[in-house]
């Protein structure tokens, strides 16, 4: 079935280290993002890419990098993770020439 | 940019009641409007989108109206069930190759 995976589904880790967020799509989408999301709160856009090798900077870029190097997967890296950096995130994918987003279920941080 | 503003940020209704939120946006150029609807510890889902070529969409007992000279767009959602407890998002975007602008939510509580 045509989906968005996310990868893990819960992390908790201490501070200063190195994580990566995976995230998956098999639905052939070109564009994809990462959302910020405290629960039930606003949506930040972090990153996005509309294609291999093309990534933007959202709101909320700083701390985090991407990577675009196949069509269906996106990671998202902490370099060093903070306790300001506990949330949930949010992987998000639409068609090339559409615009409805279509939303994983997200990996719960907590950074102790 | 483009700014989107939502009200109310929470709704409480009773049930068989009809309940409205507003967005406002400002880049006039917008064309695509979704709404999101997000249960508790769920992934966001489109509801309803309109496309600003029409004035108004409906789909069961939801609607969706569009003032384009205004710049405001609205859900409706008719005889409410404790079952559209949420918390909704309106976006505003022009086609192509930018990304959705959030607004901040409402969380609407149908009490039964």
């Known amino acids: 079935e045509a989906d968005i995976y996310q990868t893990p589904r819960y992390l908790v880790i201490g501070t200063g280290k190195k994580i990566t967020l995976e995230c998956s799509q098999t639905m052939g989408h070109d564009k994809m993002y990462w959302y910020q999301q405290d629960p039930g709160m606003e949506l930040h856009l972090i990153h996005y890419?509309?294609?291999?090798?093309?990534?933007e900077k959202g709101d909320l870029s700083s701390e985090s990098t991407v990577s675009r190097i196949r069509t269906e997967h996106f990671p998202l890296t902490l370099e060093s993770a903070r306790p300001s950096h506990t949330s949930q995130y949010l992987c998000a994918s639409s068609p090339d020439r559409g615009t409805e987003q279509f939303f994983g279920p997200g990996t719960r941080l907590t950074v102790l | 940019g483009e700014n989107v503003e939502q009200h109310p940020s929470t709704l409480s209704v009773q049930e068989g009641d009809s309940a409205v939120i507003k967005c406002t946006y400002s880049?006039?150029?917008?064309?695509?409007f979704p709404w999101y609807k997000q249960e508790l510890g769920k992934r966001p889902q489109l509801i309803i989108d309109i496309r600003s070529n029409v004035g108004e969409k409906k789909d069961q007992r939801i609607a969706v109206t569009l003032n384009k000279t205004a710049k405001h767009f609205s859900l409706h959602i008719t005889e409410t069930q404790p079952e559209d407890s949420a918390v909704y998002f309106c976006a505003a975007t022009r086609s192509g190759n930018t990304p959705l602008v959030f607004g901040k939510g409402t969380r609407l509580s149908v009490i039964a």
């Open positions: 880049d006039s150029a917008s064309n695509y």
């Open positions: 890419s509309y294609g291999v090798n093309s990534t």
